[in-house]
């Protein structure tokens, strides 16, 4: 990683500092996420389950999210990038659902 990181800045690229990288490094794995919604006046409980994979993408500055499941019936999902914003210092994630829907937060 040190000579990827000494390649990339000689190429001007701003970086993830490892510190903040390291922090993501805590994700890294397969999970697999279960449980219910919360029950309310117009809709039951309803059971989760969830596939989620966490991986490095090429070059260790963004982690990869894909994730699958199920809530209820309903199938959910999609595809998540994390990295850190160097300019704010914040961590931001780009989702897209499994239905083309776009979401973005800090």
Do not use: K
Not at 4 to 28: H, K, N, S
Not at 32 to 43: H, K, N, R
Not at 60 to 74: E, K, N, S, T
Not at 82 to 103: K, L
Request: charged letters at 25%; one cysteine or more.
């Amino acid at each position: 990683m040190a000579r990827e990181r000494e390649i990339t800045q000689a190429r001007g690229i701003d970086m993830t500092t490892e510190p903040q990288r390291e922090r993501l490094g805590v994700f890294i794995g397969r999970w697999i996420t279960e449980g219910e919604t919360a029950a309310g006046a117009d809709a039951p409980a309803m059971r989760i389950v969830a596939s989620d994979v966490y991986e490095w993408a090429p070059g260790g500055q963004f982690v990869l999210h894909p994730a699958y499941g199920r809530i209820g019936d309903m199938e959910v999902g999609g595809i998540e990038i994390i990295a850190c914003d160097p300019a704010t210092q914040q961590y931001r994630t780009h989702f897209s659902t499994v239905r083309g829907t776009p979401q973005q937060a800090r």
